[in-house]
């Protein structure tokens, strides 16, 4: 079976820094991919790795080891806008994804 | 360029009832997947088109559940007899051949009364 544990919450204040972690179990693995999603909204894709370390994109960074079937997202200098649910999602094949259960980011003042 | 489109935005239906849902890809994609979201939950596969076939139906969850996908473009998922439990956000994605990338459309809010 596929497998993706994501924690269900996490809360963190403006300007600081939060990791939401991912650990995974497929049949396959690709490379791991991370998406938010806005109340109310479509998932968007924030980043992409396929091979072991960390990539960064501006505020946010993404890490992977392959080796621990583990990755995380890191969010910093963190805003009221970036309060979402974020998915990481496994590339088990050609073109295929496999969601984990999300992470919901509360984001206070 | 137009992102992915569906249609309708929401429907709301009487148990019992039949439903199609449309989406419209990004032009040039190869790719169409269709997935459930129950409030505050997570995304659900559904099926996967590649082309106009559909190599993986695995997470269609019963019988009354069936998609199809002519031209290689447009998609329509259809709900026969539907029931309460069907209610949630279907949300359609599709991507190239050449990227991992899932572009996905706003979704389609079904209500079942």
């Known amino acids: 079976g596929q497998s993706l544990e994501q924690p269900s919450e996490v809360t963190a204040v403006e300007g600081a820094i939060v990791q939401i972690n991912c650990t995974y179990q497929?049949?396959?693995?690709?490379?791991l991919s991370w998406y938010q999603q806005h109340d109310g909204g479509a998932p968007t894709f924030l980043s992409y790795n396929g091979l072991d370390g960390l990539e960064e994109t501006g505020r946010f960074s993404s890490f992977l080891s392959r080796s621990d079937s583990y990755g995380y997202l890191l969010l910093q200098e963190l805003q009221m806008k970036d309060s979402a649910s974020y998915f990481c999602?496994?590339?088990?094949?050609?073109?295929?994804?496999?969601f984990g259960t999300g992470t919901r980011l509360l984001v206070s003042p | 360029g137009a992102g992915v489109s569906q249609s309708p935005s929401n429907k709301v239906t009487e148990k019992g009832k039949d439903v199609e849902l449309r989406c419209d890809p990004i032009s040039g994609h190869t790719a169409l997947y269709w997935y459930r979201q129950s409030l505050g939950q997570g995304l659900e596969f559904l099926i996967y088109?590649?082309?106009?076939?559909?190599?993986?139906k695995s997470g269609l969850p019963s019988d009354r559940f069936s998609a199809e996908r002519t031209g290689g473009s447009v998609s329509t998922l259809t709900i026969q007899r539907t029931q309460q439990e069907d209610s949630a956000v279907y949300l359609c994605a599709s991507s190239s051949y050449t990227e991992n990338t899932q572009y996905f459309g706003p979704g389609t809010r079904l209500t079942v009364l």
């Open positions: 497929t049949s396959g693995f690709y490379g």
């Open positions: 999602a496994v590339t088990t094949g050609f073109q295929k994804l496999v």
């Open positions: 088109f590649q082309g106009n076939s559909a190599p993986d």
